[in-house]
């Protein structure tokens, strides 16, 4: 899961981090010449296609903090609870979002994606699991997924 409070009994663990990206409308102004990336508010005035606040994937959370830190809140004109239709969107001209990188695998046409440059613009993938050990499967996955044994519960 991406990080966000988690209630008492769970621990989690840091899988690995990767950037986030700006996903802009190939044909956008903010397309050309922002290869190297581009800051949050330059997005300001954009519309925004995202994931609705209720999905909780700590993701929203996320983006609301680096508008914040980039002197706006974000307008949302659209939500939508799959990437994969969040990008189509934003293809179809519908507004501007912000994805962790990884979804740069996703290749639609006329999309294109940029850099968050701003501190900060990094999204991590957790694991989580209760605080004393499930079952024998669950341990097993987990020291797959970390390569460290995890102890007895």
Do not use: C
């Not at 934003?90 to 994805?99: D, I, K, N």
């Not at 695998?105 to 294109?112: H, L």
């Not at 850099?115 to 989580?128: F, I, K, N, R, Y």
Request: glycine letters at 10%.
């Amino acid at each position: 899961m991406r990080p966000m409070p988690l209630p008492a009994g769970l621990l989690a663990t840091e899988l690995f981090r990767e950037p986030l990206v700006a996903v802009i409308n190939a044909s956008h102004p903010l397309a050309e010449g922002t290869e190297h990336g581009l800051h949050m508010a330059a997005l300001a005035d954009e519309p925004f296609v995202f994931f609705p606040r209720s999905y909780g994937s700590g993701l929203h959370a996320q983006l609301l903090s680096l508008a914040r830190q980039a002197g706006f809140s974000p307008h949302f004109a659209q939500e939508a609870g799959e990437a994969m239709t969040i990008i189509g969107l934003v293809s179809a001209g519908l507004g501007v979002s912000v994805l962790p990188a990884s979804f740069q695998r996703m290749r639609i046409e006329g999309v294109v994606y940029r850099t968050l440059l701003d501190e900060g613009a990094m999204s991590a993938v957790w694991l989580v699991q209760r605080e004393h050990a499930g079952s024998a499967m669950a341990k097993a996955f987990a020291e797959l997924l970390t390569g460290q044994a995890v102890g007895q519960g």
